[in-house]
């Protein structure tokens, strides 16, 4: 079974500029998750999709955070403009539903500088 | 909120030496408690999970039990090894179907 891809690996940009990450998830896992997780510290929950409808976003910034699963399966998280405390690893995860194992992608690098 | 509260590392021990790492919760409800990990340079997965009071988790070795009492997970093992070096996480879910609530990791170094 093929894991949670995720792209890019690593992404340098300077402050105010946008960005975009790309998660695919494991086939037929309904529920999906973006993390944040800063250096130092446990991942931070940002967003979860049931399918393609959100369940829970109230830790995502919206002033400058976005996200959006298409057709209930990829995923795309946006920062627009990004600060330099957006500088994290961000992580997607995806699960079959209740109590079941989340299963996590490599995440991606993000500095800002 | 809902937080986790683990103990601080990095974590130094000899091989085949018993391994303890703290882990307190603070939750409203009853939640399900899990131990992630993650090896150098590896996507964190899944070491052990307990979903109700009393219930022990074990894999690899690894156990913990979920004691509702002290609000705690505590991850054991009885003989480490050099392969366990990693940083683990303490998490919990509040009702098993929502995200994932993490500690801050503690980071296990095992010497030969």
């Known amino acids: 079974e093929a894991g949670v891809a995720q792209s890019p690996r690593y992404k340098i940009i300077e402050k105010r500029q946008s960005v975009a990450f790309w998660c695919n998830p494991i086939s037929g896992h309904a529920t999906l998750y973006w993390y944040q997780q800063i250096l130092g510290q446990g991942p931070k929950l940002l967003i979860q999709f049931q399918n393609n409808g959100v369940v829970d976003d109230s830790q995502l910034p919206k002033d400058r955070f976005s996200a959006e699963r298409l057709k209930g399966v990829d995923s795309t998280l946006k920062i627009q403009p990004a600060k330099l405390e957006d500088s994290a690893v961000y992580l997607c995860a995806c699960d079959k539903g209740s109590y079941n194992e989340q299963f996590f992608g490599p995440g991606t690098r993000l500095t800002v500088l | 909120g809902d937080s986790v509260t683990q103990m601080e590392g990095p974590v130094t021990l000899s091989e085949e030496a018993f391994l303890t790492i703290n882990c307190t919760y603070t939750?409203?409800?009853?939640?399900?408690l899990f131990w992630y990990v993650q090896y150098p340079g590896e996507g964190l997965q899944l070491l052990l999970k307990a979903t109700k009071a009393d219930d022990k988790g074990s894999n690899k070795g690894f156990e913990a039990t979920y004691r509702k009492e002290t609000t705690s997970f505590h991850l054991e093992k009885g003989s480490v090894q050099v392969s366990d070096s990693a940083v683990y996480f303490c998490?919990?879910?509040?009702?098993?179907?929502?995200?994932?609530?993490f500690g801050k990791g503690t980071h296990l170094i095992i010497q030969p």
């Open positions: 998490a919990l879910s509040e009702r098993g179907a929502d995200g994932l609530t």
């Open positions: 939750a409203t409800g009853y939640p399900s």
